[in-house]
């Protein structure tokens, strides 16, 4: 069983607005960092955002800050990324990721090396 499935990318011309999904199997979410990633082609992999202290703190990536609202629903194990005003530099594939289990998850988001569990990613293309 895939422990992170997303869903919600697509295509969208610049200006609109995407919801992705990201749905954990076996994961207590809320006791760890979840966080969305991206990479395209030819650059590195950039973390946009990430949700931690059971939901209550989020960090935004300059690059998406004040477009982009990350949020997850504990009940249904699954996190959200809201991505408003896109940008063709927005296209990128897009992944999930989880951490879980690492020290000071409670008040810490995760660094890139706790981050233990990833999604298959899903492709985000905006056209201008």
């Known amino acids: 069983q895939v422990p992170l499935v997303e869903s919600g990318g697509g295509s969208v011309q610049a200006g609109g607005s995407l919801r992705l999904s990201c749905a954990a199997s076996?994961?207590?979410?809320?006791?760890?960092?979840m966080g969305w990633f991206r990479q395209a082609p030819g650059k590195e992999r950039e973390e946009i955002a990430a949700?931690?202290?059971?939901?209550?703190?989020?960090y935004y990536g300059d690059s998406v800050k004040g477009r982009f609202t990350i949020s997850q629903d504990n009940a249904a194990n699954t996190v959200y990324l809201q991505m408003n005003s896109l940008k063709p530099d927005d296209t990128a594939v897009y992944y999930c990721?989880?951490?879980?289990?690492?020290?000071?998850?409670?008040?810490?988001?995760?660094?890139?090396?706790?981050?233990?569990?990833w999604g298959q990613g899903t492709q985000v293309t905006v056209s201008s």
């Open positions: 990721a989880a951490a879980v289990g690492y020290g000071g998850w409670w008040f810490r988001k995760a660094t890139l090396d706790e981050y233990n569990y």
């Open positions: 076996g994961l207590r979410m809320r006791f760890g960092c």
């Open positions: 949700i931690y202290s059971g939901g209550d703190r989020t």
